[in-house]
């Protein structure tokens, strides 16, 4: 049957006509689809699914101390193993089975997939019947109740969760444990971290601990073989020996002053004038040196001036014969200078 248009208006009324017939076409469409997922999804039934999170199966960090791991299962030491405290072995082990637990949570959860995708199917299907009939997934009660249980004189809403939609919660299962597992791995991976940090810390502190015993142990016998060379008293202590060697030679005496106050003259100049005081001047040099440190002292305002002049704390140190004596000294002055202002 041939079609005989009159005009433009007929031709748009037919177009719109035909817009309207497609429309409804697509509309059929994606509904008959909706139709047979419901159908698809009220055949299916709930499909089983595994725990995926064996993360519960980890020991504390420090626990791997007395257990191996062989590759499926922890075992317990005996023996000498079980008082040996090796850090890294420890963290090793504890890294092994958390590892090997999480590469079977993998498994798990890869072979629970086919179950959660059905099961999320089937829960959907249920939600979108039970919404289509108008039963709502929450509904909302009024009582005199407090959520305590107490009764009060003010009405209470309280909002409820639908009977079958508690039942999807409870019966079919969506989630394997899988994300949790993933949580628990980093996390105990962490505290592998902080427990080594801790142990490296203790053994460093116990480290440093026996160092300062030991050192303690060498002072006291080199502080008692001072005190009976130098034939001091037995309680003699460091600044005692280091007296008695300043006052066996005069350059000794005036250097350590010296070096006392280039490190510090906040407080004034007395460390200089108290080493150049009763120094006895004996020979040409020793003018030269007295005269050079009572000028330094009329306008010093520095106390690197002792350091840079021409007799200085140096200087005077070469100046000392007896070497030994030196020797010892050094040794005091290594002991206390920390304590030294």
């Known amino acids: 049957m041939a079609l005989f248009f009159s005009s433009g208006k007929d031709k748009s009324v037919i177009q719109q006509a035909l817009e309207y017939i497609q429309e409804a076409s697509d509309r059929i469409t994606i509904e008959e689809k909706d139709l047979n997922n419901q159908i698809e999804g009220s055949s299916r039934k709930i499909m089983p699914v595994t725990n995926a999170n064996l993360m519960g199966k980890l020991l504390a960090v420090s626990s791997y101390r007395d257990y191996d791991f062989n590759g499926t299962e922890t075992r317990y030491k005996s023996g000498y193993y079980t008082t040996k405290n090796d850090v890294e072995a420890t963290c090793k082990n504890a890294i092994a089975h958390a590892d090997y637990l999480l590469k079977c949570s993998k498994e798990v959860h890869e072979a629970n997939k086919e179950a959660i995708e059905n099961n999320i199917l089937l829960a959907d299907t249920i939600r979108s019947v039970m919404k289509k009939i108008g039963i709502p997934s929450t509904y909302t009660e009024y009582d005199y109740i407090s959520s305590s249980g107490r009764r009060t004189q003010k009405r209470q809403e309280h909002t409820r969760v639908s009977g079958y939609a508690n039942d999807i919660n409870k019966w079919i299962k969506i989630t394997d444990g899988f994300t949790q597992a993933e949580s628990s791995y ?144 050094c040794l005091v002055f290594d002991k206390i200078s920390s304590d030294l202002d």
Request: hydrophobic residues 35%; contains cysteine.
């Open 186 to 329: 980093s996390n105990f991976i962490k505290n592998v971290e902080e427990f080594r940090k801790l142990e490296k810390k203790k053994e460093d502190d116990t480290k440093r601990a026996k160092e300062a015993e030991e050192q303690v142990k060498r002072d006291t016998k080199e502080l008692a073989t001072l005190v009976v060379k130098y034939k001091l008293e037995y309680e003699a202590g460091w600044e005692d020996v280091l007296n008695t060697i300043l006052a066996k030679d005069k350059y000794l005496h005036l250097g350590y002053w010296l070096e006392r106050q280039r490190n510090s003259w906040a407080d004034g100049f007395w460390k200089a004038k108290n080493g150049i005081e009763g120094f006895e001047v004996e020979t040409g040099v020793d003018k030269a040196i007295y005269d050079e440190i009572t000028s330094l002292l009329e306008d010093a305002d520095d106390g690197r001036v002792f350091r840079d002049c021409q007799f200085n704390y140096s200087t005077l140190y070469s100046m000392v014969e007896d070497e030994e004596l030196y020797t010892d000294y």
